[in-house]
């Protein structure tokens, strides 16, 4: 296996199955901080703050900061700074994208923004959407977080960000900027913020259609881990392969 | 121009223009009911009730009671109860799809319902949209009562049904049946409702893409009437016309 000097580490799947911690994976981050190997937690959670992420990957004795994590939230706010320093913006979502926003220094607009983002927002309203909708007829830029359609949970698959931000495609007929997984934006954000070599980083995470499909059309190498939704069998049918593919975290050999 | 026994006719942009009556076709509706021609008023709107429309539609001088509405809530209603009277349904939707469902004597379910309807509901929420996206995934069959996407009003381009749908259709990967305009469903439950022949039934309206579109696939011909969206400019460019196409009702001889 060759030398990589940073790691995007997906979450759920890969460090954990929702409230189950994954002990191989987080042996696998004890040892990348023991031999200073940079690594960066990416999320397509765009609701969580990156303390909370952060705190939640303590209790499940990881060593992670809220300066290890970029959330999409995160990614999105960086982008559309990187694309305008001053631009204002209008957005559907939770406390993870509302900090976001204002730690990079966009200013809040409803009436005339310059963007329109939405993510995840389990308060939507049809006055919330109204106003996305009118601000994106009036020209306002449109992005959003993630494309993810549905979200697993115990209660059985809910309506993700991808769906609800349809609301406003639909009605609007312009399509969004997708920053989240499987867009290769949010994997350019990454590589930014970790700093190491786009040569030298590895996308690892437990999904091929979002965290391996991120990191080839980044144009980074791929660790896919059984861990969660794909399978060997799910990848066998699949043409563009990861890198890698292991069963476990604990067969990475450093 | 042919003797038709029967006018189905299209609301706003035909009979008036938001707060404003089109006096022409106030005076035809009531050349209508002078000569003992059946009429029946069909709209895309669901959240009103059919007492609320005719009274609207009195307002302005119309002749017309609850039995001359078929609103689309009522349609869809009226299409479930045809495929099965004893069917469960969960709804999303304001007073009107509730009276509609209630009136054919659909029973109310939210877990394990035969159908999911989504009507348009300014009242809409994320659990709204969640019990929705389960009972889909559980094999609810899934009914919308109109694909407007936006909603002309003061304020601008409002989401319509049409996005709010999308939501529970993005989420599921599951394409409901819609009811409305431009589809033929709601031109077949009004004729059955108006009883009269369908090659001695027109449908009249403003709208090429809605209300003509619908009664061309009902198999029954059309009258556009220039009054609200689609101008005599516009339909140079439209390969399947209308039977008739005027500048104002006015101009329709008996």
Redesign the interface.
């Known amino acids: 296996m060759k030398h990589y000097e940073g790691f995007l580490i997906d979450l759920d799947g890969t460090m954990y199955r929702g409230t189950e911690k994954i002990e191989a994976a987080v042996q696998f981050v004890k040892k990348l901080k023991e031999k200073d190997i940079n690594y960066l937690f990416v999320t397509n959670n765009s609701t969580r703050t990156k303390e909370v992420v952060a705190e939640s990957l303590q209790q499940f004795g990881v060593p992670a900061t809220p300066d290890d994590v970029l959330t999409t939230s995160m990614a999105t706010a960086q982008f559309i700074k990187d694309e305008n320093p001053n631009a204002s913006v209008y957005f559907i979502g939770e406390v993870g994208l509302k900090q976001a926003l204002e730690e990079v220094g966009l200013k809040y607009e409803e009436e005339k923004p310059d963007y329109v983002v939405m993510g995840m927002?389990?308060?939507?309203?049809?006055e919330k959407?109204?106003k996305a909708?009118?601000a994106v007829?009036k020209g306002a830029k449109f992005v959003s977080t993630n494309p993810d359609?549905?979200l697993p949970t115990e209660?059985?698959?809910?309506?993700?960000n991808?769906?609800?931000t349809?609301?406003?495609s639909?009605?609007?007929?312009v399509d969004p900027i997708f920053i989240g997984k499987p867009e290769p934006i949010i994997v350019e954000q990454a590589l930014k913020k970790i700093g190491t070599a786009a040569e030298r980083t590895i996308m690892v995470g437990d999904n091929y259609h979002t965290d391996i499909l991120a990191g080839l059309r980044a144009g980074i190498d791929t660790l896919l881990v059984h861990t969660g939704v794909t399978t060997k069998e799910m990848l066998l049918a699949i043409k563009e392969k990861p890198t890698y593919a292991l069963s476990s975290l604990e067969e990475w050999t450093f």
């Not at 927002?121 to 049809?126: A, K, Q, S």
């Not at 209660?155 to 993700?160: R, V």
């Not at 639909?170 to 007929?173: E, F, G, I, N, Q």
């Open positions: 927002d389990r308060e939507i309203t049809y959407l109204t909708c009118l007829r359609i549905a209660q059985g698959f809910l309506p993700g991808g769906s609800l349809s609301v406003v639909v009605s609007t007929m």
